[in-house]
């Protein structure tokens, strides 16, 4: 496989559930990000890893748990989420931090009921 | 302003040329990009212009960069049904420590009719 893939692609979960998102990349690339896209409004910056050392947290709240246990894998774990978590959640990698190439996956579809 | 900013929506006719605008913030951006997303997709990288050049062009696509103004501009030539997509216009920011960052737009959704 190619690219960014990320599972799953749609996830419904209560607000007391507990689940992770999964993004892989195949492209050999040292940094990878996660990314919050809500309806009208910009692609919000949530976690950066380079080398699976975390770069920036740009003051996510705590229910969500990134992981990145090497350079190719990145996981998203969710806890005791609210429904304006809602979003699509996008994984993104890039060769590393100096450039904007970046290369997106198709995003994870959250809802929370 | 603070924000990379764009208009919402654009609607051409097939076979059109369409013109996407786009201003942003840090006059010392090096790289600035045009992504792509398609229904149900992540982003595409589409183009990028380097801060040094005014114009790039490729194939149906040209980007126009005004420095003074802060401008960017996306045309697509001939535009086809299959050009239907969000573009969001990116800049690249210092984060600090070597690192660079993207900085988004809110995306122009562009309609073809045909």
């Known amino acids: 496989e190619t690219g960014v893939t990320q599972t799953p692609r749609h996830l419904v979960m209560g607000m007391t559930n507990k689940k992770s998102l999964k993004c892989e990349q195949h492209l050999g690339h040292n940094a990878m990000y996660w990314y919050k896209q809500s309806a009208k409004k910009p692609l919000e910056l949530m976690f950066v890893?380079?080398?699976?050392?975390?770069?920036e947290n740009n003051s996510v709240p705590s229910r969500f748990s990134p992981e990145c246990p090497n350079s190719s894998h990145l996981f998203l774990h969710l806890h005791t989420l609210q429904p304006e978590d809602s979003a699509l959640y996008l994984c993104?990698?890039?060769?590393?931090?100096?450039?904007?190439?970046?290369?997106f996956g198709p995003g994870t579809r959250l809802t929370v009921t | 302003g603070e924000d990379v900013e764009q208009s919402l929506f654009l609607s051409v006719r097939e076979g059109d040329s369409s013109v996407i605008n786009c201003t942003y913030t840090d006059s010392s951006s090096t790289y600035l990009y045009w992504y792509k997303q398609e229904p149900g997709a992540g982003l595409q990288l589409l183009t990028y212009i380097f801060s040094n050049m005014d114009m790039k062009q490729d194939q149906r696509l040209t980007v126009l960069l005004n420095k003074k103004d802060k401008h960017l501009s996306l045309r697509i030539a001939d535009t086809q049904t299959g050009d239907s997509a969000i573009y969001f216009c990116a800049e690249t920011l210092y984060s600090g420590a070597g690192s660079y960052q993207l900085t988004f737009g809110k995306g122009t959704k562009l309609s073809v009719i045909p």
């Open positions: 890893y380079n080398f699976k050392e975390q770069t």
């Open positions: 993104a990698s890039s060769r590393n931090l100096q450039g904007g190439e970046q290369y």
